[in-house]
T-cell receptor, first 116, second 114 residues
Framework: EAGVAQSPRYKIIEKRQSVAFWCNPI?????LYWYQQILGQGPKLLIQ????????DSQLPKDRFSAERLKGVDSTLKIQPAKLEDSAVYLC??????????????FGPGTRLTVL | AQSVTQPDIHITVSEGASLELRCNYS??????LFWYVQSPGQGLQLLLK??????LVQGIKGFEAEFKRSQSSFNLRKPSVHWSDAAEYFC????????????FGTGTQLKVEL
């Protein structure tokens, strides 16, 4: 079974530029999550989708971050414009069923973003 | 709001020695608790989880953890560490009320000396 795929693996941009990350969850997984992991910290949930609907985006900085999962499969996370403090690893995860705490989340390898 | 504290940022153990990584949580009800491991360049992998019942839970790779409600702790243990266990370990707590939101600790970096 293929795992969660993310691209690109690394991205370097200058502040005020825009950037997009892509995630392909495990086939058949209904729920998809985006996390931000700043160096020295644990991952922080930004947004979770069930199919193509948003379940929780309470920690997403909506003035600059956006995410979509239009067909309920792949997802993109965008930052526009980027700030220095957005430098982090962006992790995508997926789980099989509706978002339940008993459902295991499977994580991708992440995209490391550096904002100069 | 729920929170997780991992008091040890770095731990070094010798190969073959026992290991205990500490985790304390803050949550109003009985929590869902998890330990994940993150190796360089790889995503987080679930080691074990506690939802209810037996407070000693077994996980993959020979790891176990014990839930102690009185101490608000969920420490991870392994009787004999292998060099391949060197990685970063994250404790997390999940909410019981809706969604699947995990709150992670800041992680413990494990170094294994040969």
């Amino acid at each position: 079974e293929a795992g969660v795929a993310q691209s690109p693996r690394y991205k370097i941009i200058e502040k005020r530029q825009s950037v997009a990350f892509w995630c392909n969850p495990i086939s058949g997984h209904a729920t998809l999550y985006w996390y931000q992991q700043i160096l020295g910290q644990g991952p922080k949930l930004l947004i979770q989708f069930q199919n193509n609907g948003v379940v929780d985006d309470s920690q997403l900085p909506k003035d600059r971050f956006s995410a979509e999962r239009l067909k309920g499969v792949d997802s993109t996370l965008k930052i526009q414009p980027a700030k220095l403090e957005d430098s982090a690893v962006y992790l995508c995860a997926s789980s099989l069923g509706p978002p339940r705490p008993t459902d295991t989340q499977y994580f991708g390898p992440g995209t490391r973003l550096t904002v100069l | 709001a729920q929170s997780v504290t991992q008091p040890d940022i770095h731990i070094t153990v010798s190969e073959g020695a026992s290991l205990e990584l500490r985790c304390n949580y803050s949550y109003g009800a009985t929590p869902y608790l998890f330990w994940y491991v993150q190796s360089p360049g790889q995503g987080l992998q679930l080691l074990l989880k506690y939802f209810s019942g037996d407070t000693l839970v077994q996980g993959i790779k020979g790891f176990e953890a014990e839930f102690k409600r009185s101490q608000s702790s969920f420490n991870l243990r392994k009787p004999s560490v292998h060099w391949s266990d060197a990685a970063e370990y994250f404790c997390a707590v999940g909410e019981r009320g809706g969604g699947n939101k995990l709150t992670f600790g800041t992680g413990t970096q494990l170094k294994v000396e040969l």
